[in-house]
Every structure is written in C-alpha cells, then in structure tokens.
C-alpha cells in the first residue's frame, strides 16, 4: 500500500517542472511513493516535459491532463481525488524540495502523532532563479496551530507541508472556485481533524516570480482577495466555524493593518483597518481599545500627509 502521494500541480513551467519533479524522485524513504502530476494544458512545452518523464518512470509517475486549461482548483482536487497514499504532499510546479528525506520525516511525524493533521516544514524563498536568504515562515511561528488559529492566516509554503488524506480526498467543488489560492482551504479542512505541527528547518525551495499566480499580485488586490476568501470559506462550511472565522479575520487584518503603518503605508493601513472592523472580531480577537488606538495613529498619520 502507498503511504504517500506527491502531488505535483503545474502549468506553463517548462522552466521549473524537471527540477521540482526531480526532487520528488530523489526523495529516499522506506516506503512507496507515488508522484502525480496535474498538468493543466500547458502553451510552453511543459507538458512534452512531464510526458517525457512518465514515459521515463512508469512504476513512479502518474499524469493527469486536461484537455483545455481549467485554471480552477479543479486540478489539485482530482489530484487529490486520484491519490492512493494515506499522507499528500503538495508541490507546485514551479518549486522544488532540497531535503531528500523530508517525505520520510514528515511521515514518521505523523505515523508517530496520530492528533496531527499535517506537519509542515519551511521553505527558502528564491527570486526567479536566485536564492535568497529569506523564509517564506518566520521563525517564531508557533510549533503547532490549530483549527481556530489557522483562520488567522496562512503561514506555511505550499512545498512545505505534508497533509492526512483522508479530511481533503473528497474536497467539496467549491473548492474549485478559491483558486489561485489552493493550499489555505486544504490546511483549514485539515485542522478541523487536528492540529498542524511546524517545524523551521528549510527543506524546500518557494518561487516568487512573474508567472507566479499569487504572489505578484499588488498588496491591495492580496488584501481584497483574502477578505473575500476568508467570508466565503466561512459560508462554505455553512457557518460551523462563524465565530473562528471572525476573530481569524479581524486579527488578521488589524496586524496587517498596524505593519502598513509601521511600514509608511498609511493607504494599505485604513483599507486593512475598515476589513479588520468588517470582520466582526474586533472585541474578541482585538481588544477595542488596542482598536482604538490604531485608529488614531491613522488618523494622526493623515493629518500629518
């Protein structure tokens, strides 16, 4: 029986795709691992790539191609869905793992920690194809985070982190709707089983670059887009989670909102400040009066404009 599946989900990255499959081969465990890779009709050869590399490693690689670009989280979800293993590890197509025993440790962790939903290590940003220094997860995140502080936001990589199966297999199809956020709804489903472990070693390599999905977005549109999918995964679960959502999201964007200020950013600052009230925490997660006081440093930063 395959203990873990590596799910790789790509498109247009002829650039990047060998190397993150790659480092999926090189992984050494004790156990099977089956590699699937969801390609989603790639225009720059990616997927004479991949074929080639199924066609290199039948007994290791599985694909699963569309017929036309999705675009959708619909490429993770059958993914998902086609996985024969007990634990998934995510890999985007553009990433990479630098461990070759990071399936192996995160398995033992969860063989071992039966409470745990998923265990994640960090990963090394790298600009196009220079390595930085910088973590994608600071290094004070907390060793584990459970179903209510996972609503505050996303900390971990997508290549960081390996997730039971069973809580994501049969993912609902709003899933498909949240893309090009794929991983922070599978970490809150996951949690709803038990908690997530953290641990702040490096073992993967984050890309940040213009093809990206995300990341390139500006920080206003990374504020809108996380709002709208904060209250529409509240609505997803049928309001279960209601309060968790809302304190989660308040939290959330009044610390966005106190480092744009922090930052000179006095813009970003009201529009994170007007969605930490919207949320409906403030008094719960934010404390009114530190509330307060932010909103007159806002104003005082106005006055002074």
């Known amino acids: 029986m395959t203990l873990v599946t590596a799910l790789i989900v790509t498109y247009n990255h002829a650039g990047f795709i060998a190397a993150a499959i790659d480092s999926a081969l090189a992984q050494q465990t004790n156990f099977d691992v089956e590699i699937i890779v969801s390609e989603d009709a790639s225009t720059d050869g ?8 199924a066609a290199r490693f039948p007994d290791r690689i599985r694909l699963i191609l569309s017929d036309t ?4 989280n619909e490429t993770v979800a059958r993914g998902l869905h086609a996985a024969q293993g007990e634990f998934v590890a995510l890999l985007d197509g553009d990433d990479c793992w ?23 290590f960090n990963a090394r940003i790298i600009r ?12 004070t995140q907390a060793r584990r985070v459970d179903l209510a502080q996972i609503w505050h936001g996303n900390p971990y990589a997508t290549a960081a982190g390996m997730l039971r ?10 899933y498909h709707g949240f893309f090009p956020r794929t991983d ?46 904060l209250t529409s995964m509240d609505r997803c679960l049928g309001g279960q989670y209601h309060d968790m959502a809302r304190a989660g999201c308040s939290r959330l964007f009044y610390d966005w ?11 970003l600052s009201r529009r994170a400040f007007a969605y930490a ?18 909103g007159l440093r806002l104003a005082k930063a106005s006055v002074l404009r």
Not at 100 to 113: S, Y
Not at 128 to 139: E, K, S
Not at 194 to 218: I, K, N
């Open 46 to 53: 990616t997927r004479a790539i991949v074929e080639d590399y």
């Open 69 to 72: 670009n999705l675009r959708s």
């Open 98 to 120: 630098t461990a070759t025993d990071k399936l192996q440790r995160q398995a033992d962790f969860l063989l071992n920690n039966p409470d745990c939903a998923g265990h994640f």
């Open 128 to 139: 196009d194809r220079a390595p930085t220094d910088t973590l994608w997860t600071a290094q």
């Open 165 to 174: 199966l069973a809580p994501i297999r049969t993912i609902p199809a709003w």
């Open 184 to 229: 922070w709804p599978l970490y809150i489903l996951c949690a709803i089983s038990g908690p997530l472990a953290f641990d702040p070693e490096p073992v993967a390599l984050y890309r940040l670059h213009e093809g990206g999905m995300f990341s390139p977005q500006s920080e206003s549109s990374k504020l809108d887009s996380t709002f709208a999918f």
């Open 257 to 267: 909102a106190e480092d744009y200020l922090d930052k000179g950013q006095p813009q």
């Open 277 to 294: 009230l919207r949320g409906g925490g403030v008094g719960r997660a934010v404390p009114w009066g530190a509330f307060g006081r932010l």
